[in-house]
């Protein structure tokens, strides 16, 4: 049984900048769609990033929500067994419980096709809370 925990949130004011990690128990980000969710309250599961590295590729590829790109960044170390979420300029409306989530892809030919959507992932982190002061 994969385990995640995400570390990293915590309270910032507006413009300031968290990074986010999210490690596993064993050897699962390698051909293995990683990505980070956030639920506000009151507020449906929203999907942030997402990474994946095909087998054989030397670099991952990457997809980001509207609401974070330029100002979020995904990567990954897999020698650490851990995903990680740069979050930069945040404002406050990205305070919420992030969460990264693990599963295998699906047949496609790029990240947003064969990554699922929310139900889809298959291991799910306990969660860290980031909030965002004005």
């Given at each position: 049984?994969?385990?995640l925990v995400e570390?990293?949130?915590?309270?910032?004011?507006?413009g300031?900048?968290?990074?986010?990690?999210?490690?596993?128990?064993?050897?699962t980000?390698?051909?293995?769609?990683?990505?980070w969710?956030?639920q506000?309250?009151g507020?449906?599961r929203?999907?942030?990033a997402?990474?994946?590295?095909?087998?054989?590729?030397?670099?991952p590829t990457t997809?980001?929500?509207?609401?974070v790109?330029?100002?979020f960044t995904v990567?990954?170390?897999?020698?650490k067994?851990?995903?990680?979420?740069?979050?930069?300029r945040?404002?406050?409306e990205?305070t919420a419980?992030y969460y990264?989530?693990?599963?295998?892809?699906?047949?496609?030919?790029?990240?947003?096709?064969?990554?699922?959507s929310?139900?889809?992932?298959?291991?799910?982190?306990?969660?860290?809370?980031?909030?965002v002061?004005?």
């Amino acid at each position: 049984q994969v385990q995640l925990v995400e570390s990293g949130g915590g309270s910032v004011q507006a413009g300031g900048s968290l990074r986010l990690s999210c490690t596993a128990s064993e050897d699962t980000y390698a051909s293995n769609c990683i990505a980070w969710f956030r639920q506000a309250p009151g507020k449906e599961r929203e999907g942030v990033a997402t990474i994946y590295t095909s087998l054989g590729a030397s670099l991952p590829t990457t997809d980001y929500a509207d609401s974070v790109k330029g100002r979020f960044t995904v990567s990954q170390d897999n020698a650490k067994n851990t995903v990680y979420l740069q979050m930069n300029r945040l404002k406050p409306e990205d305070t919420a419980m992030y969460y990264c989530a693990a599963a295998p892809p699906k047949p496609g030919w790029n990240i947003a096709t064969m990554c699922p959507s929310g139900d889809g992932y298959n291991y799910w982190g306990q969660g860290t809370q980031v909030t965002v002061s004005s």
